[in-house]
């Protein structure tokens, strides 16, 4: 299984930025994908989480301005980002979960700054 993630870059505070994450290989269809963050300094930390039904799960750091979102035919997990705020910069990390093994995709940077 691989992951390649995409969509960061510079964008000013209150302004939106929109990742994706593409799976590729052999994958079942029981499913958890999920962002993750990490700041310089700090832990990576759970951003948003999707299953396979749709179930979604957020931090309390995003909820209203995040929205997490998949299209299964396209095994691709996105998040939508708004309202972002400086304390939001970090690399992003896409993970994939199924049959208790964790795949996680490179980091796209996503910097918020005037």
């Known amino acids: 299984v691989q992951l390649q993630a995409s969509g960061g870059g510079l964008v000013q505070p209150g302004g939106s930025l929109r990742l994706s994450c593409v799976v590729s290989?052999?994958?079942?269809?029981?499913?958890?994908m999920g962002w993750y963050r990490q700041a310089p300094g700090k832990q990576r930390e759970l951003v948003a989480t999707?299953?396979?039904?749709?179930?979604?799960n957020y931090a309390e750091a995003v909820k209203g301005r995040f929205a997490i979102s998949r299209d299964n035919a396209k095994n691709t997990v996105y998040l939508q980002m708004n309202s972002l705020k400086p304390e939001d910069t970090a690399a992003y990390y896409c993970?994939?979960?199924?049959?208790?093994?964790?795949?996680w995709g490179q980091g796209t940077q996503v910097t918020v700054s005037s």
């Open positions: 993970k994939f979960s199924a049959r208790g093994i964790d795949y």
């Open positions: 999707i299953v396979s039904n749709g179930f979604t």
């Open positions: 290989g052999s994958i079942f269809r029981a499913n958890v």
